[in-house]
């Protein structure tokens, strides 16, 4: 019995010298901790110190900057004569401007747009105006070719005077086309018997004339001369010269009318020939 008795407290020793022997591992694992926090935290520290040092001597270049910026401006705005008014309105002003210049930009681009739609109506009209042209040549064509076959039909005749044939016209539409032709002026009249009449640059004259027998005798002035064309014929080339340097004129009359008391037909002149004096003007009396 007394052996058990002496076994136990030796069990309990043994067990309280583990307990011990943890709590130091324990202990002295915590002291190597803080042993380590305390070194980082060391040096946390040093860090923010440096870094409270790097943020006041960026405070103090930014109060230097702040301070050299106010006084570069003050100098500039010495060196300009500019009050803070003076440089608001100069904003303003400059403001004002670019929307001046941004307005003038778009009516540029309005005006642009449309110089394109005007050019594009343009050239619609020109591919029209070519068109019309195109026509316009095909009428005339047509025109040169019915002309030239009407003068192909007009009567060819010798005149008094000369042994040259020359087309005449026995009425109103025959003289159109000789007119269309364009080489020789052509003035029409109607003569009263014993009456003078202006005709172009000289003066004609009825002294007789016979429906039945389509004769007739006129007389011509010209160059204070005087010419008498006696028992002329209807449709018959009457020539003569007149001008200083003389050119050739022809007389056709194309009917007799009024109970043989007037003739009516058309005098032919050079288109190199002056021209009839204009008539005097009315009095208005």
């Not at 010298?17 to 060391?42: D, H, K, P």
């Not at 039945?212 to 010269?241: C, G, M």
């Not at 056709?252 to 021209?275: D, M």
Request: aromatic share 4%.
């Amino acid at each position: 019995m007394s052996g058990e008795v002496d076994n136990v407290p030796r069990t309990y020793s043994g067990a309280l010298m583990a307990v011990l022997a943890v709590a130091l591992v324990a202990a002295l694992a915590g002291l190597i901790w803080c042993a380590v926090l305390g070194n980082r935290l060391t040096a946390q520290q040093s860090e923010l110190a440096e870094a409270k040092q790097q943020n006041s001597q960026l405070q103090a270049r930014l109060r230097e900057t702040d301070a050299r910026l106010e006084v570069a401006t003050d100098e500039l705005k010495t060196s300009l004569g500019l009050t803070q008014k003076q440089l608001d309105a100069r904003a303003q002003e400059i403001a004002a401007r670019e929307q001046r210049v941004e307005a003038d930009a778009q009516k540029l681009e309005n005006a642009q747009k449309k110089t394109a739609q005007q050019v594009t109506a343009v050239s619609s009209a020109v591919t029209d105006v070519k068109t019309d042209v195109g026509g316009v040549k095909t009428d005339v064509a047509k025109t040169q070719s019915d002309l030239a076959a009407a003068v192909s039909q007009l009567t060819s005749m010798k005149g008094d005077l000369s042994s040259h044939a020359s087309l005449i016209a026995r009425n109103r539409d025959e003289l159109e086309i000789l007119k269309h032709r364009g080489d020789r002026n052509y003035y029409e009249f109607t003569l009263v018997k014993g009456e003078k009449k202006p005709v172009g640059t000289v003066s004609l004259e009825l002294r007789k004339a016979d429906s039945k027998k389509s004769k007739f005798t006129l007389l011509v002035y010209s160059d204070d001369k005087q010419y008498e064309k006696r028992d002329r014929n209807v449709n018959e080339p009457l020539q003569f010269y007149s001008g200083k340097d003389p050119l050739l004129f022809e007389i056709v009359v194309n009917s007799i009318g009024g109970k043989n008391s007037t003739i009516t037909g058309y005098l032919s002149a050079p288109k190199s020939a002056p021209a009839p004096a204009p008539a005097p003007a009315s009095s208005g009396q």
